[in-house]
């Protein structure tokens, strides 16, 4: 299947997330914050990041504009961020991602957002002049 990026600062969400990932078939690889995220980046790139937005030392948006800095095939990978923050599909928008979900979420939201998202593989295309946090 796919391989497939998670960056999460909660321990407990990740692991769950991750397990529900690979019963779906997918190779998971985790990091808990943009920083860890972005160190991920340096061995391979994945089909898709799933990046929670706040984080400590990087957030979500925040890596999403390192990717897009480095400019060296990370700025092509589609992003789907998660959150529990009312403001999740402006912050999307800022940074340019269609893909978002909003916490708690179902496993069948979860599994119908990673299937469309790597079937589209729509990178992010941050608005200019945005400020996503």
């Known amino acids: ?6 960056v999460d600062d909660d321990l407990d969400a990740a692991e769950v997330l ?9 190779q998971l690889r985790v990091a808990h914050d943009g920083a ?32 897009f800095l480095r400019d060296a095939g990370c700025e092509r990978i589609p992003v789907i961020l998660v959150s529990a923050k009312l403001e999740l599909r402006q912050i999307a928008a800022a ?7 909003g916490k708690p979420y179902s496993i069948d939201a ?9 079937d589209e593989r729509a990178p992010p295309a941050p608005a200019l002049g945005a400020h996503p946090e």
């Open 110 to 118: 979860l599994q119908e957002l990673v299937a469309r998202a790597l």
């Open 36 to 67: 860890q995220g972005l160190a991920c980046l340096d061995d391979r790139l994945p089909d898709l990041a799933l990046l929670d937005i706040e984080m400590p030392r990087l957030s979500g948006p925040a890596m999403v504009a390192e990717m």
């Open 1 to 6: 299947m796919a391989d497939i990026l998670v």
């Open 18 to 26: 991750s397990e529900l990932l690979v019963m779906d078939g997918h």
């Open 95 to 101: 940074v340019g991602t269609q893909y978002f979900l």
